[in-house]
């Protein structure tokens, strides 16, 4: 099945970047990509006003209740969004979030019908022990794993350090992930890269046949280095 490339631009706790709601933006979404933002929740209705495809960084599996600073997913829905990102690493080490505290928000994200994208990824300690999949393997196991979902393997090690997982091993991962999924998702369910993608990596590993596209952090916060990944995908999509 062909799979749509999706860029996702994580601006973190950022303020959007210059020029990101005019006409002309680079996080406008595409015909041939699709162009997910995923901004702090301050800049959300901003986002969404602008017409761009949104998402926020997290949500509570909850509804409502006595959940100091939390924000639930039929509360993002309601307000217009696209996505959220469920289990980023930052969370995971920063706010304590578990695997099953994970499943919990995609579960509340698919039921409010938003379209989860869940981080998955080992440390650089893991892999030192060559134990990257057995995590990776559990943090699948755990979610709800329905047609809405989108991946994400993001190996901690990756993330904002400027080194890059290799389009290899990159891919072996992915084709790992895909090779979890239940039969009826394998060949429909998106998995990006997020882990330092920059203009300069992302021809390579959007090149390869298990990488659908990349959830972008620092590089995302430069809308020329943006809009150069988001060409590179919509060249390569459209040259097949
Ligand atoms: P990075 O972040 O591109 O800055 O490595 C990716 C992410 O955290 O999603």
Redesign the pocket.
Known sequence: MDRKPLIAA?W?MNSAPAGAYSEDSPYRTHSAVDIYVFPTFLDLPAAIHAGLIVGAQCGHSEASGAHTGDVSMPMLAAAGCHSVLCG???RRAGHGETNEIVAAQAIAALEAKLHPIV?VGETAQDRDHKKEKGIVEKQISCLPLESNIIL?Y?PVW????GKTASPEQAEEMHAFIRSLLPADMRSSTRILY????KPANAEELLRKPDIDGF??????LDPAAFRSIVMTAIALKTSL
Do not use: R
């Not at 997020?194 to 993608?197: A, L």
């Not at 959830?215 to 995302?220: D, Q, R, W, Y």
């Open positions: 994580n973190k980023h690493s930052e981080c994400a993001e990756a993330i904002g350090t997020g882990g330092s993608v959830l972008v952090g620092g590089a995302s």
